[in-house]
C-alpha cells in the first residue's frame, strides 16, 4: 500500500495549529496509546515479578526495566498531552482493543507472570516484539516525534533484546528444559498475536498514513522465524502454531 505522507513528515506544532487532518490525528492518538499502554503494561509486570525471584542477577534486571519502561511511558504520554490528549483519554480508545488477543502478552506479564522463567519469556515475548516494532514500524513514522522516540529507544531495546537472547540460551541449565519449555508453550501464542490481525482495516490506515510500514502478518512471521533461531540454539522445542490471527498451539 502506498503511503500518503513520509517519514517525520508531521511536526506537532502543525497538529496543534490545526494544519493537519483531524482523522490523521485519531488515528496517530491510537497508535501512541497503544504504544504508552503496552509498555505500562510491561513496567507493572516487571515490578509484580520482583516479589517472585530471588536470583539477583534477575531481580537486577527487572529493576532496571522497571525504571526504563516507566521513562518511556511518560515519554509517550507527554506526546500525548502535546496533541491535548489526557492519559485516561487515550487509554479509553483501547477498550474495545484491550481484551483482543493482542494485548494478551501485556495483560499476562502484568497480572499472572511469577518467577524467573516467567521474566524469561517476558523478554523474549515483549522485549523482542518491541524491538520490531520500534525499528520496523515507528522509526519510519510520518509523526516526526513518534519517530525520534523510537530512535531512541530503539539501541536500548535491541541491546535489551540481546541481554533477553543470552538468557534464553542458558535458562535451560539453570531451570531445566522441561520447565523452560513449558513456559514456551504458553507464551509464544500470546507473543506472535501481539502485532495484531493480518490486512485489518486499521492497520491499512496506519499503512497509508505512514504511522507503519509492516504489516502485521510480516511483523509475527519476523517474529517467529526469530524465536525459531533463538530456540535451536538453547535446545528448546519450538511450538507450533496455526498460521493465522488469533494463533493458537497447531
Given at each position: 500500500?502506498?503511503?500518503?505522507?513520509?517519514?517525520?513528515?508531521?511536526?506537532?506544532?502543525?497538529?496543534?495549529a490545526?494544519?493537519?487532518?483531524?482523522?490523521?490525528?485519531?488515528?496517530?492518538?491510537?497508535?501512541?496509546?497503544?504504544?504508552?499502554?503496552?509498555?505500562?503494561?510491561?513496567?507493572?509486570?516487571?515490578?509484580?515479578?520482583?516479589?517472585?525471584?530471588?536470583?539477583?542477577?534477575?531481580?537486577?534486571?527487572?529493576?532496571?526495566?522497571?525504571?526504563?519502561?516507566?521513562?518511556?511511558?511518560?515519554?509517550?504520554y507527554?506526546?500525548?498531552?502535546?496533541?491535548?490528549?489526557?492519559?485516561?483519554?487515550?487509554?479509553?480508545?483501547?477498550?474495545?482493543?484491550?481484551?483482543?488477543?493482542?494485548?494478551?502478552?501485556?495483560?499476562?506479564?502484568?497480572?499472572?507472570?511469577?518467577?524467573?522463567?516467567?521474566?524469561?519469556?517476558?523478554?523474549?515475548?515483549?522485549?523482542?516484539?518491541?524491538?520490531?516494532?520500534?525499528?520496523?514500524?515507528?522509526?519510519?513514522?510520518?509523526?516526526?516525534?513518534?519517530?525520534?522516540?523510537?530512535?531512541?529507544?530503539?539501541?536500548?531495546?535491541?541491546?535489551n533484546?540481546?541481554?533477553?537472547?543470552?538468557?534464553?540460551?542458558?535458562?535451560?541449565?539453570?531451570?531445566?528444559?522441561?520447565?523452560?519449555?513449558?513456559?514456551?508453550?504458553?507464551?509464544?501464542?500470546?507473543?506472535?498475536?501481539?502485532?495484531?490481525?493480518?490486512g485489518?482495516?486499521?492497520?491499512?490506515e496506519?499503512?497509508?498514513?505512514?504511522?507503519?510500514?509492516?504489516?502485521?502478518?510480516?511483523?509475527?512471521?519476523?517474529?517467529?522465524?526469530?524465536?525459531?533461531?533463538?530456540?535451536?540454539?538453547?535446545?528448546?522445542?519450538?511450538?507450533?502454531?496455526?498460521?493465522?490471527?488469533?494463533?493458537?498451539?497447531?
Amino acid at each position: 500500500m502506498n503511503r500518503s505522507l513520509e517519514p517525520r513528515a508531521v511536526e506537532a506544532w502543525e497538529i496543534q495549529a490545526g494544519r493537519i487532518d483531524p482523522y490523521y490525528v485519531k488515528v496517530l492518538t491510537r497508535v501512541l496509546a497503544a504504544h504508552a499502554m503496552t509498555q505500562k503494561m510491561a513496567a507493572t509486570g516487571y515490578r509484580r515479578t520482583l516479589d517472585t525471584i530471588a536470583d539477583p542477577s534477575l531481580r537486577a534486571l527487572a529493576e532496571r526495566n522497571h525504571a526504563r519502561e516507566r521513562l518511556h511511558v511518560r515519554a509517550v504520554y507527554r506526546m500525548l498531552e502535546e496533541l491535548g490528549v489526557t492519559e485516561r483519554a487515550a487509554e479509553r480508545t483501547l477498550l474495545s482493543a484491550w481484551r483482543s488477543p493482542s494485548f494478551e502478552a501485556a495483560r499476562f506479564f502484568a497480572e499472572q507472570a511469577q518467577g524467573e522463567v516467567d521474566l524469561l519469556m517476558a523478554g523474549l515475548s515483549l522485549e523482542t516484539t518491541g524491538l520490531l516494532v520500534l525499528g520496523i514500524n515507528y522509526v519510519d513514522s510520518s509523526y516526526a516525534p513518534h519517530a525520534r522516540l523510537a530512535q531512541s529507544e530503539l539501541e536500548e531495546k535491541a541491546a535489551n533484546d540481546q541481554v533477553f537472547s543470552d538468557l534464553l540460551a542458558d535458562a535451560a541449565a539453570r531451570f531445566g528444559l522441561q520447565a523452560v519449555g513449558e513456559r514456551l508453550i504458553r507464551w509464544l501464542p500470546m507473543a506472535a498475536n501481539f502485532f495484531g490481525p493480518a490486512g485489518s482495516g486499521f492497520t491499512n490506515e496506519c499503512l497509508r498514513l505512514g504511522l507503519k510500514r509492516k504489516d502485521n502478518q510480516e511483523l509475527a512471521e519476523l517474529y517467529l522465524s526469530m524465536v525459531a533461531r533463538r530456540c535451536a540454539c538453547a535446545g528448546l522445542n519450538m511450538p507450533r502454531l496455526t498460521g493465522a490471527y488469533p494463533r493458537r498451539l497447531a
